[in-house]
């Protein structure tokens, strides 16, 4: 029972120094908000004096207007310090924009300089592209309608600035890509005009029959007086010379060997070639050969050599062509590939 009364008396204790030392501090803060409110209600009284001798003006306020002041002071300072800190980040977040504004500006400048170049071309090459299809015979409208509805760049150069506001430049690129998609077929077809040209050029003679595209023609096909009677006659061929022997002699287009023979009083050594189309080439003269019967020969391929055989006045080639049983000039065939590689692009002969 001692110890229980001993713990009561100890909790009593606590309890009263609990109350004395929260009335003690509720004592201090009350007589601190007394001297504050005492302070806050003290009054100041502000004097304004004029240099001049007008009247004098007395303003009251208290302390805690004052405080009010100085903290609204404060406020407005330290917004003021933000802004103006803010206003420098984003000034110089601005300028650097507008120096990127600029390059691209200046690059965009650049680009529609280079887009005016590429009108300028695209213009020489629709209109050079449109004489090489006009000379091979291409009709290219059909094809390039399906892309540009009109055959050639009319709608690529006409383009205006869209109502969206886009760039008249990404337009042109794009019709100008269309136009270029629409010419691949027509091109294709051109390429296989070009082979089917090339493979006719190769199984009609036309080449130089010396390799080399060397000599000199000592007499041309026709009437031409005999070196060894005088007398006029007809030549059936031409003759090329190179004032020497042993020179190469070609085939001059594709074809079989038919003939490799010997004529004393005549052709002396000679090769006589079928090619296509019912063409016929002789070659006379000839030192030695390089082919035989029945053998497969390609345009430009030796055949032979330059000789004096037969009846001959000097070492040359006595070239002829004909056409089923018709003899012809072959100086009219030894232009065709010329002619053909002189077409220009617009069309026309140079």
């Known amino acids: 029972m001692d110890r229980v009364h001993s713990y009561k008396r100890l909790e009593n204790n606590v309890v009263k120094k609990i109350k004395r030392g929260t009335l003690s501090g509720l004592s201090v803060v009350a007589a601190f908000?007394?001297?504050?409110?005492?302070?806050?209600?003290?009054?100041?009284?502000?004097?304004?004096?004029?240099?001049?001798?007008?009247?004098?003006?007395?303003?009251?306020?208290?302390?805690?207007?004052?405080?009010?002041?100085?903290?609204?002071?404060?406020?407005m300072l330290a917004s003021f310090i933000w802004y103006e800190s803010s206003y420098g980040r984003y000034k110089s977040d601005l300028n650097n924009k507008d120096s990127r504004l600029r390059e691209t500006q200046a690059r965009l400048d650049q680009l529609r300089d280079e887009m005016s170049v590429l009108w300028r071309e695209a213009h020489t090459f629709q209109a050079t592209l449109s004489g090489v299809f006009s000379s091979l015979g291409v009709n290219i409208a059909a094809?390039?309608?399906?892309?540009?509805?009109?055959?050639?760049?009319?709608?690529?150069?006409?383009?205006?600035?869209?109502?969206?506001?886009?760039?008249?430049?990404?337009?042109?690129a794009r019709s100008l890509a269309n136009y270029l998609s629409s010419a691949v077929e027509p091109l294709k077809e051109m390429g296989a005009l070009l082979d089917s040209q090339s493979s006719l050029l190769t199984e009609v003679p036309n080449i130089w029959p010396i390799r080399g595209g060397i000599g000199h023609i000592s007499m041309f096909f026709g009437e031409n007086n005999d070196p060894f009677t005088g007398q006029i006659y007809v030549h059936k061929g031409i003759d090329i010379s190179t004032y020497r022997q042993g020179d190469p002699i070609v085939t001059t287009a594709d074809g079989q060997v038919v003939t490799v023979d010997f004529d004393e009083n005549g052709f002396g050594n000679y090769v006589i070639i079928r090619h296509k189309h019912g063409f016929y080439t002789r070659y006379g003269h000839m030192q030695?050969?390089?082919?035989?019967?029945?053998?497969?020969?390609?345009?430009?391929?030796?055949?032979?050599?330059?000789?004096?055989?037969?009846?001959?006045?000097?070492?040359?080639?006595?070239?002829?062509?004909?056409?089923?049983?018709?003899?012809?000039?072959?100086?009219?065939?030894?232009n065709i590939r010329s002619v053909a590689g002189r077409v220009n692009l617009n069309g026309g002969k140079s």
């Open 288 to 334: 030695s050969f390089k082919v035989r019967t029945g053998q497969r020969v390609q345009q430009g391929e030796v055949i032979g050599y330059i000789g004096n055989t037969g009846r001959s006045t000097g070492p040359h080639v006595h070239y002829e062509v004909h056409i089923g049983s018709d003899v012809v000039d072959p100086y009219k065939f030894l």
């Open 143 to 172: 094809d390039s309608s399906k892309t540009t509805g009109s055959g050639d760049l009319s709608s690529f150069f006409d383009m205006r600035e869209t109502a969206e506001g886009r760039l008249r430049e990404a337009d042109d």
């Open 33 to 75: 908000l007394k001297k504050a409110a005492v302070l806050l209600r003290r009054r100041y009284t502000i004097v304004l004096v004029p240099h001049s001798e007008k009247k004098i003006y007395n303003l009251q306020v208290t302390f805690l207007t004052l405080c009010v002041a100085g903290l609204l002071i404060s406020g």
